[in-house]
């Protein structure tokens, strides 16, 4: 019974993790960036829905739909300033701008607000808890794991069955090629980044509502592991993420559960060097041998 | 051609020193000068526990306009304010530029027991008294069993609350089995967690699970399962009300329901916020005041605070931040001047001087003594329940 | 005739650098500079060994890590449990301390570095939080509250270790392993075909750049009183990375230039603590947007004073994509 439940305790926090995961994934197999940021972009996201939800007095679901287009239309933002520039410099020099860009984005906050946290209201979503088999699964559970679901199902669709998809392959694949095919590359880019924001954001409110605290560094840890949990997966690819989230959610819940809460971090992270070792493109990466 | 990069480095070496004995020129004056007594803030204003550092600050702040109002033996306070980044290295560095570059009567320490154990020496080497409001590490104030003198603290780190949470535990909740949840990263919280295992076990209870976390977690969950599978009547939880709101909220979510109890650590406004009004019923504080006491002095500073941040509540950083600048500026009007070791040994005299946390009288190791009471929350309000003398 | 002249440089350099600590030895012992600028200087020159010694990883060998905090952190611990535990003096200290460090570096380096690019950074950055998390859960060095530590660093040992520093791997660079190392990061397979052991020359590199980074941990540790698992985060990998790529992938001297630069920024805003990071950061973003091969690019400060050369360190091209 408690296994089980330490499984649904997992399963929640790895979808918040695989949410985060998504947009990293796919930023990177576009621009082949490790976009830093996207940890603080989780961040704007949980205080835009905060507000919503506060200043504004709206619900859980019109909070999480503005969070969302503020995030889009701030990755779009952050694309645009800091990294277009940068797109045919070294990648190491990007690197060093998305660790910039981070930094103000949590500093700016700091900056405009302080740096104590803050609550989400109760009651935002009441929903009653389940009781299955003795296992106790609360309501919010189910909604972060029901919201996350439909959000990759949908990233899914947008990515396979839409134009605008079929451009981000192909700008993933090759980016030269794609333009002489003329995909606009740019606009390709912005879309991406803007999709990835947008469900960091939606992370970021349902965050908020699962563990009530939200803070100006709150982005930084989940960043990291979300970045753990993409490159667990296969870094560029998008059920990768999923996957990848939802195992290191699951692993870190065990490896607390087996009582070594304080090693938990450094087991997500011996997983990760281990994957990497033995199958350095991820779960569900395919090996590609480089040709001299 | 080889080994010309020598130069370069060397080269820039010497534009660096250029630099700085450049910038040796402006450092004047000495910390009383012209109806001011400058005093110098080291705090976490930036990296990962910004918001502790942060919220002193404001306490601080609160303070020293309060007592520039009035002034002290007519003069005023001015504060200098340095952020070490939450990193013991910059510590030491802003540490040393208030004393020998601001050149301040009295430095306020950092709000963490490591930011601030970075500062002592330097502290003591600069003869300039050193206060922290928060930090709880033992050695702060006594090495080896020699009393740093140029070193104070406001906060309590006697293990007096944790004695008073166990014989609370054994007598009143009449309670057999416990466990205990600790924030390993903090002095504090393990200094607690030990008296109280200590007394518990004196008293014929069993600690039937010890759990650990670090500052800044989130998912308590997956601890609170394993606490809950070992069945305690009753769990501690000395830690600060960041992680504590999120501990109480997440252990009701997974039906834990037994009574849960902590230290001053937890009394924060934004502990009701975090964990909800609902779930923080059956849990008690041990605490050294309670902020819903009528005290006129608790009351006075919370409006106070309110009135200057927005309606902002005031937590247990801010309320030992503005406490520190009272307890210094008392013994600055005591010392009747701005020489340091004159403020050293009236800090050192403070008996019994009324503050927002309590009375202050300090011990030989230069740690304040402190009466205990111990409160409910019920529906979100501190609801007084008994007091204790040491 | 040319290597007459070299020789006659670097003795020179060596003299300067001699004269320039002496002098600066009297004026902290004359205490014309006080406290707070001769810290600045102790800090500045522990960034000048952790940027040469990640220079030496990333700028001439091409290996992208983003652990380094990491054996800091080795270097840190192993020596103050030398001297505050065990009671050995000082230098054996500092020995220690970069040993451990290398050794840490070998255990890493070896399976790592079959990995190539951004899949190395990630280990490297992975392993730099493994360090950090077995130090929180070692209660004999204090877990996660920390260390206290006495303060031992003085000038000369602090301006011996960066002279070390430099002259090795200055030194390093340019010989036939240097080679061997820039002809790995210009084009691994080439390399290797032209039958340089790749693999033996990464790990040295790698073990090299640990051993001075421990060196630097154990002045550290040394000189600020006490260590703490939470000072050798993530963060600080990414600080001394930064300072690699401002000052120019490639360029060593950049890399000093960059660490002293970025010291005395940070330390001068610590009195506006406000508005410090945003500055940094901005100054971060603006530096990387309008000079993204860093300050000096890929050439050595000295090749300004030389029309007509280029540095060996590194590439001619500024812009030419070579690292990660």
Known sequence: MEVIQQLVNGISLGSIYALIALGYTMVYGIVKLINFAHGDIFMVGAFIGFYSITILDLGFFPALLISMVACAIFGVLIERIAYKPLRNATRIAALITAIGVSLFIEYGTIYARGAQPEAYPDGVVSLKSLELFGVKISGQSILILGTSLFLMILLQFIVHKTKIGKAMRAVSHDMDAAKLMGINVNNTISATFAIGSALAGAAGVIFGVYYTKIEPLMGIIPGLKAFVAAVLGGIGIIPGAMAGGLVLGVIESLVSAAGYSLWRDGVAFVVLILILIFRPAGLFGKNIREKV | ?390 | MNILKQAKFFWTSIVLAIVFSVIMQFLITGGTLNQFYVNTLFFIGINIILATSLHLIIGITGQFSIGHAGFLAVGAYASAIMTMKLGLPFPVAILVGGLAAAVAGLIIGIPTLRLKGDYLAIATLGFGEIVRIVFLNIDYVGGASGMTVSHLTTWPWLVACVVLTVVVIANFTNSTHGRACISIRENEIAADAMGINTTFYKVTAFAIGAFFAGIAGALYAHNFYIIQPTNFGFLKSFDILIFVVLGGLGSMSGAVIAAILLTIISTYLSSYPEVRMVIYSLVLITMMLFRPQGLLGTREITSFFKAGKTAKGGVQHDDKKTVA
């Open chain 2, 1 to 390: 051609m080889r080994k010309k990069k020598l130069a370069g480095v060397f080269m820039s070496f010497m534009v660096a020193a250029g630099v700085l004995a450049g910038c040796n020129s402006s450092a004047s004056g000495d910390g009383e000068k012209g109806g001011k007594i400058k005093i110098g803030a080291n705090l976490e204003l930036s990296g990962g526990v910004a918001s502790y550092g942060q919220s002193a600050k404001e306490g601080i702040e609160l303070a020293i306009e309060e007592i520039n109002k009035k002034g002290i033996n007519g003069k005023k306070l001015e504060l200098v304010t340095v952020d070490n980044k939450s990193d013991a290295a910059e510590a030491t560095n802003g540490a040393l530029k208030l004393a020998t570059q601001d050149k301040v009567v009295a430095m306020i320490g950092a709000a963490t027991s490591t930011n601030t154990l970075a500062q002592v020496q330097i502290a003591q080497d600069n003869k300039i008294p050193l206060i922290t409001p928060t930090a709880t590490n033992a050695t702060i104030t006594n090495k080896d069993g020699k009393v740093n003198d140029f070193v104070f603290r406001t906060c309590f780190i006697d293990p007096f609350q944790g004695t008073v949470a166990a014989n609370f535990a054994s007598n009143d909740l009449k309670v057999k089995s416990a466990a205990v949840l600790i924030d390993s990263s903090s002095d504090y919280s393990k200094g607690l967690a030990a008296s109280f295992k200590k007394n518990f076990v004196a008293n014929g209870g069993k600690i039937v699970k010890e759990e650990a976390y670090v500052a800044k977690d989130t998912d308590f969950r997956a601890t609170l399962t394993n606490i809950k599978a070992a069945n305690p009547e009753y769990i501690f939880v000395p830690g600060f009300y960041e992680e504590v709101g999120l501990i109480v909220k997440q252990a009701r979510e997974i039906g834990l329901n037994v009574p849960i109890m902590g230290g001053d650590g937890w009394d924060s406004p934004n502990l009701v916020k975090i964990a909800g009004k609902d779930t923080l019923n059956n849990t008690f504080i041990t605490n050294h005041y309670s902020s819903g006491d009528s005290d006129k002095k608790v009351q006075d500073f919370v409006a106070a605070f309110k009135a200057k941040y927005n309606g902002k509540s005031p937590d247990a950083f801010t309320a030992l931040g503005y406490d520190t600048v009272y307890f210094l500026a008392d013994a600055i009007k005591r010392a009747g001047s701005g020489d340091s070791e004159k403020i050293r040994k009236a800090l050192e005299e403070t008996d019994g001087l009324q503050l927002v946390s309590g009375n202050v009288k300090l011990d030989k190791n230069h740690d304040p003594i402190k009466a205990a009471v111990i409160l409910e929350y019920k529906n979100g309000e501190q609801q007084f329940k008994t007091k204790i003398n040491p």
